[in-house]
């Protein structure tokens, strides 16, 4: 059995929702400039994050040029948290609604605003897209996408314009059909339209990064060629694979199906999580693009949901995924000494230097 047939062909609208989302980057980049334009206190911040990139080598930019960089990659952020927010409201992933949802799900995303509101009278839809994101980011198994630390959304405010407007973007019917304009639910979770969203969404990050997706059959023929007789020489249970660039992991996702059916076959008899585990920790990638890796994690979390049949966020374990953010080129202590905001490939990388 090949790769391909473990993907599902799902029901969203992937070239209406990137153009739609395209469209909100340029609203929200415009904003976001205002707001490091207008607060002292934001740019005084970035400032400082300029100057010790520079400090670390870590740059060579200007800090006009970096600065750009950092509104797009924050732009990005705040759409993309939305995206997987989306996903797993309208999947049931998560008990209840907090943003939108199909059916009653608007209705019942404007009642959590609400009672969220009556908690906190003097927030607006800013605090609350926060709120919607940190609550997700409580569950273990998605807690990486939406950590503080590291997530440039919670860094980098919206005005209450902004978030308003963006709230209204995702909660958005059709006039004709009173139907959801964008409709996250599909029964197999195929998570494939997020790798156009990571090729196509930014067209300066697409020339920085220089995306572009590998082809299903490309990527077939090199794993075929790869990861297979590396399984055959070194063993299952031995046997690593990374990707060095690995954008929005379609590489990640092919190796782990292969990984997993080798141990279905070589041990039927172990539960299905500890298989998954075992899949899922010979898997490593790496990328410069901070949300190409937050889209390589969600979906490598949505193919583990999937292969052990766990259908919500609470019964998910905290899975971890070898992923970081960095560069494959550097080398020795160097790599190690950078925040790269990864789950805990970074750490080990130092240890064994």
Known sequence: MTAGKFRGIGVIDAKRLLADLQGQQKKVEKDLREQIASLPD???????EYKAAREAA????????WGEEQITQA??????????????????L????????PS??????????????????????????????????????????????????????????????????????????GALVHDFTDPALSTRFLGDLYQDLSESARKRYALLQTPEFVEEFILERTLEPAIQTFGLETARMIDPTCGSGHFL???????????????????????????LGAVYGVDLNPFAVAIARFRLLV????????????????????????DSLLHGRRFGELDLGSDDLASRHAQRL
């Open 42 to 48: 934001l740019k005084k911040s970035l400032e400082g």
């Open 58 to 65: 870590r740059t060579a930019e200007t800090f006009s040029s």
């Open 75 to 92: 732009a990005v952020a705040w759409l993309l948290s939305g995206v997987f927010l989306r996903f797993c409201e309208d999947n049931r």
């Open 94 to 101: 998560i008990p209840a609604p907090l943003l939108a949802g």
């Open 104 to 177: 009653e799900g608007n209705r019942r995303a404007r009642d959590a605003a609400r009672e969220y509101f009556s908690v906190h009278p003097t927030e607006n839809e800013r605090h609350y897209l926060e709120h919607c994101f940190s609550a997700l980011g409580q569950y273990p198994a998605v807690a990486g996408l939406y950590d503080p630390a590291h997530n440039p959304l919670f860094r980098t405010p919206l005005s209450y314009d902004a978030a308003k407007a963006l709230v209204d973007f995702w909660q958005r019917v059709d006039p004709d059909s």
């Open 253 to 279: 996702l092919g190796s782990f199906h292969r990984l997993l059916l080798h141990w279905e076959r070589a041990a039927p008899g172990l539960d299905v999580r500890e298989r998954v585990m075992r899949a």
């Open 303 to 326: 193919a583990a949901l999937k292969a052990t049949g766990i259908r919500t966020l609470k019964e998910a374990p905290g899975w971890k995924f070898n992923l970081t953010i960095g």
